[in-house]
């Protein structure tokens, strides 16, 4: 701050610079009060990938059973040789996979 020596007679300058400085100190005190209050209060805040978590295990929780007894026959199956895989529709089936990835 520059004060001006050579007229002392002119305080109101001054005093107007002064209340300035006091104001805005006070802003920033109230500013700074304010950003504490704030801050001490608890929050939560959810993640989108949170949420797209929470909707895949409701999607799990809401898929259908097992079925045991199935598996179980197709592996007798597999074992025994009973069981046949066309290569074609296997491919086919890989492939198409492999395109909705993307």
Do not use: C, H, R, W
Not at 1 to 14: D, H, Y
Not at 27 to 32: D, E, I, L
């Amino acid at each position: 701050m520059a004060i001006n020596i050579n007229n002392l007679s002119n305080n109101n300058q001054v005093q107007q610079t002064q209340q300035k400085q006091v104001k805005q100190q006070s802003a920033q005190t109230a500013s700074t009060n304010a950003q504490i209050k704030s801050s001490g209060q608890d929050s939560v805040s959810i993640t989108p990938q949170a949420k797209q978590l929470n909707e895949l295990q409701k999607k799990a929780a809401d898929a259908p059973v097992i079925n045991q007894t199935k598996i179980d026959e197709l592996k007798k199956a597999i074992s025994s040789g009973d069981y046949k895989i066309n290569p074609e529709k296997l491919a086919a089936s890989i492939a198409n996979f492999e395109f909705n990835l993307v």
